[in-house]
């Protein structure tokens, strides 16, 4: 036993005298003591500045506008409840679409044809329905229009309107808000749409020029910005000799006005006729006097 503890005690003296032990020991113990130091420093540093982000925390300008916006991003929907239903029957005529799809865009009324700046949406079953909001508004005028039937527009922001026509029922009036996929009344006919049986006719129009509603439903109302000088474009470049539907209520004005004219000239021969007569009786008159 002693020779044993003779020989560990002999090695470990032999370790102590080596010149790289106390050194390493030295070093060991000081790197030790920098990771506690720096871990302990990093863990008091950090937990109080999340607690001090999270009390003081201020929002800035932007983050409070950002909501707005947001709200403002509304999605364009088809006028009706029902969407999955909803069946256009008579498109928008965009010059610069194919044959057929400009053919379906005609509408013929009093014998002759007129460019569709809307569309015409019924069901499948061709039943009634209600008409909705397409987008959150104020009214800007209700009003029964002897051939486009009862007629709803409203104003939205960004200088867009909706407009919503052959209404058999109307349930709103000017100057109400309404948001989107408010009722605004229910589908019915009219004299101008008659081929399309029951049905709402729908406009979209960005600073006052018609644009195609079937391109921008489902799509945010940012997206008609770039769409307004296209549509003008296509306008201005793409002539063509049928009327619209706007001159169609124009020309049926103008026939009541022409029909109230030839009464008016049918009337007038009539009384030139007494005129002529009342002179010759006074002529008559006069003759008999000087030959007396």
Do not use: C
Request: charged residues 30%; without cysteine; glycine residues 4%.
């Amino acid at each position: 036993m002693n020779e044993e503890n003779k020989a560990s005690k002999n090695k470990w003296s032999r370790i102590f005298k080596k010149k790289w032990f106390f050194p390493a020991v030295y070093l060991t113990i000081a790197a030790v003591l920098l990771s506690v130091v720096v871990w302990y420093q990093n863990t008091e540093n950090q937990v109080p500045d999340a607690q001090e982000d999270q009390e003081n925390y201020v929002p800035t300008p932007n983050d409070e506008e950002a909501e707005p916006v947001l709200e403002q991003q509304e999605i364009i929907q088809m006028p009706l409840a029902d969407q999955g239903q909803a069946e256009i029957v008579t498109k928008f005529y965009d010059y610069n679409a194919e044959q057929e799809d400009q053919e379906n865009a005609l509408v013929l009324y009093n014998n002759r044809y007129y460019q569709s700046t809307g569309v015409d949406i019924a069901t499948a079953e061709g039943e009634a329905f209600e008409v909705v909001a397409a987008l959150t508004g104020t009214i800007d005028e209700v009003k029964e229009d002897p051939l486009l039937g009862n007629v709803v527009v409203i104003s939205h922001e960004n200088d867009v309107k909706t407009y919503y026509a052959s209404l058999e029922e109307v349930s709103v009036k000017a100057g109400a808000e309404v948001k989107q996929g408010e009722k605004l009344g229910t589908a019915g006919k009219n004299l101008f749409g008659q081929a399309s049986g029951t049905h709402v006719y729908f406009e979209l129009r960005k600073e006052d020029k018609h644009v195609n509603p079937e391109d921008f439903f489902n799509q945010p109302v940012s997206s008609l910005e770039s769409a307004t000088e296209e549509a003008v474009d296509s306008t201005e470049s793409d002539e063509t000799t049928e009327p619209s539907e706007d001159e169609a209520v124009e020309d049926e004005a103008s026939e009541e006005n022409a029909d109230e004219k030839d009464k008016t000239e049918e009337d007038a021969p009539v009384d030139e006729e007494e005129d002529d007569a009342s002179n010759e009786e006074t002529n008559d008159e006069t003759e008999s006097s000087e030959s007396a």
